[in-house]
C-alpha cells in the first residue's frame, strides 16, 4: 500500500517544518512543504492508486530511528527474549532498523553463526537488521573475511560483560585494531580493576561491612576509573592505528576528555554514544530502583549525568543507542549482588525517554538517534527523510502523556526498569520500508525487515 502522511511537523536535518510526504513503493516519493507549496489536496500532481491518507496534523514525522545497540538474545537466550518480540518492542518505540550483539548462544563469533542470525531475522523480524561479528583473542581471520558492506561492525569487549568475550590479549588488541576492516564498536571496563573492587567487596561482606544485597555497591566495583583507563586504551591505540573506533554506552565525564567536537562527525575516526539511561538516572536512585538498574557500565554519579548530557549538546557525544538487553525476572530481582544480571529492556521507550529530557530538542534527538547512526555506519538511503531514501518513518504524538508500566511492555521479559516514570510522547505508527508495521497500539506481524546495506565503496575503513 501506499501512503500519504498529511500536514505532518516533519522533524529532519535540524529542522521542523510541515509538509505532506508520500510513499509509493516502500520509499519517500516526496516532500510538499507547505510554507512553499499547496498541499495534496488542491495540487495538481497525481496521487497513486489505493493511496491511504493518514492525518498527522499536531504530530511530528521523523525518521525511522536506528538503534545501533541491542540484545535481542536469539539464539540461544529466548526465553529472555527473541528476534521476533523484541523487534515488535522496536517498532513499538518507533525505531526502523537495529544492530545486534555477539553475546548470545553460541557467540556469533564466526562467519558462518553471523549468518545464520541474518537467516533468523530475514524469517522473524519487523524491523530491519544488522548484526556485529564478536571478536575474540584468536578470531582475527574470521573478521578479515567480512563482507564490510554488510555487516555493520566488529564488537569488542574490552572488559567482561553478559556472555564473557572479554578480550584480554594485547597481541589480539594490536592486530585487531590495526587490520580489522570495518568499525570497531568497543565496550570499554578495565578488567583488572574491576576484578580488584569485587573481590575487596567480598572481603567486606565477609567481615560484615557490606551486604550482598546492596545494589549501588555496583556503581563502585565499576567505577570510573575502570571505564576510563580502558576508553583511553582503546583510544590510543585508534590513533595510532587509524581504526575507527565507537566507543559504546560512555557513562563517565572523565570519558569525554578522550573525545572531540571540533570537525563534522562524519570526518571522525572515534566517535561515541551514550544511552538514556545514563542521562535520565544516577546512583541516588539505587536505593529506589535497586537491581533494576544494574547495568554494565553502572549508572554512575549526578555529576556525570549532566556531563553527558551537555556532551550531547555540544557534540562530544554522538549518538545514543539504548543498549536493550531483556533478563527474566528471576535472573534480576534477586537477593545479592552476585546473582543479579546486569541490564534491562528499553528499546520501546528510549525515544520516549530522551523526549522526556527537558533540555533536548527534536531536531537533536532525531540527530542523535537518526541521522548519526546512519552517517556514522554509512547505511544506505535511511536515517533521513529525503526523497528516494526508503520510507522508514515514525509518527510522533508529543502530547500524549502516560506513565510506563510492567502491562505495556511488549519485550518477552515482560517488565521494565522505567515501571512508573512519566512521558508526555507516544509513537503512534512506524513504518518500515513503506510498510505501516505499527499502529496504535496494533502490529502487522505479517511483515518483514530488510538486512542494512553499508555504503562502503572503497572497501576499507582506514
Not at 550531547?312 to 538487553?325: C, E, P, Q, R, S
Not at 530481582?333 to 528499553?346: C, E, I, L, V, W
Request: aromatic letters at 8%; charged letters at 25%; a negative charge.
Amino acid at each position: 500500500m501506499n501512503y500519504l502522511i498529511k500536514n505532518a511537523s516533519v522533524v529532519n536535518e535540524e529542522e521542523i517544518f510541515r509538509a505532506d510526504v508520500l510513499v509509493r513503493d516502500g520509499l519517500i516519493a516526496d516532500i510538499v512543504r507547505l510554507e512553499d507549496s499547496p498541499s495534496y489536496d488542491s495540487c495538481s500532481m497525481d496521487l497513486p492508486s489505493g493511496v491511504r491518507i493518514i492525518d498527522a496534523t499536531g504530530k511530528y514525522l521523523i525518521p525511522g530511528i536506528i538503534d545501533e545497540h541491542v540484545h535481542f538474545r536469539e539464539p540461544g537466550l529466548t526465553a529472555k527474549a527473541d528476534i521476533a518480540s523484541e523487534s515488535r518492542a522496536a517498532v513499538a518505540g518507533g525505531v526502523t532498523s537495529f544492530m545486534d550483539m555477539p553475546n548470545t548462544q553460541p557467540q556469533t563469533v564466526t562467519r558462518q553463526f553471523l549468518e545464520d542470525k541474518f537467516d533468523l531475522a530475514s524469517q522473524k523480524s519487523l524491523a530491519n537488521y544488522s548484526f556485529y561479528l564478536g571478536a575474540t583473542n584468536d578470531n582475527i581471520s574470521e573478521i578479515l573475511g567480512l563482507d564490510i558492506d554488510k555487516v555493520c561492525g566488529v564488537k569488542l569487549f574490552m572488559g567482561s560483560s553478559t556472555g564473557n568475550m572479554l578480550v584480554d590479549s594485547r597481541v589480539a588488541l594490536e592486530t585487531l585494531f590495526r587490520e580489522t576492516p570495518c568499525l570497531i564498536a568497543a565496550h570499554c571496563e578495565d578488567e583488572g580493576i574491576i576484578r580488584h573492587n569485587i573481590e575487596s567487596f567480598r572481603a567486606a561482606v565477609a567481615t560484615g561491612e557490606a551486604t550482598v544485597g546492596d545494589p549501588s555497591v555496583h556503581s563502585r566495583i565499576r567505577n570510573g576509573e575502570a571505564c576510563y583507563r580502558s576508553a583511553a586504551y582503546a583510544v590510543d591505540l585508534a590513533h595510532r592505528t587509524g581504526a575507527r573506533l565507537h566507543l559504546l554506552h560512555v557513562s563517565t565525564a572523565a570519558e569525554l576528555k578522550l573525545l572531540r567536537n571540533d570537525i563534522p562527525m562524519a570526518e571522525k575516526k572515534i566517535t561515541a554514544e551514550t544511552c538514556p539511561h545514563y542521562l535520565l538516572l544516577d546512583e541516588s536512585r539505587y536505593a529506589e530502583l535497586g537491581f533494576a538498574m544494574k547495568c554494565n557500565p553502572a549508572i554512575k554519579s549526578a555529576e556525570d549525568r549532566s556531563a553527558l548530557t551537555d556532551a550531547l549538546h555540544t557534540g562530544k557525544i554522538d549518538t545514543v543507542g539504548t543498549d536493550h538487553a531483556p533478563h527474566l525476572k528471576e535472573e534480576k530481582f534477586t537477593d545479592s549482588y552476585f546473582t543479579s544480571k546486569s541490564g534491562f529492556p528499553s528499546i520501546q521507550h528510549g525515544f520516549d525517554l530522551m523526549h522526556s529530557i527537558p533540555s533536548m530538542s527534536m531536531p537533536e534527538i532525531v540527530r542523535l538517534m537518526c541521522h548519526n547512526p546512519a552517517t556514522l555506519y554509512r547505511i544506505d538511503g535511511r536515517g533521513f527523510i529525503r526523497k528516494g531514501y526508503h520510507a522508514d518513518l515514525a509518527i510522533v504524538d508529543p502530547d500524549c502523556s502516560g506513565s510506563i508500566s510492567d502491562e505495556s511492555e511488549f519485550s518477552k521479559c515482560g517488565w521494565s526498569p522505567y515501571c512508573g516514570f512519566r512521558t508526555d510522547s507516544r509513537v503512534t505508527h512506524t513504518f518500515v520500508n513503506g510498510n505501516l508495521v505499527f499502529e496504535n497500539g496494533k502490529f502487522n506481524d505479517g511483515y518483514r525487515g530488510e538486512r542494512l546495506v553499508f555504503n562502503r565503496p572503497d572497501g576499507t575503513e582506514h
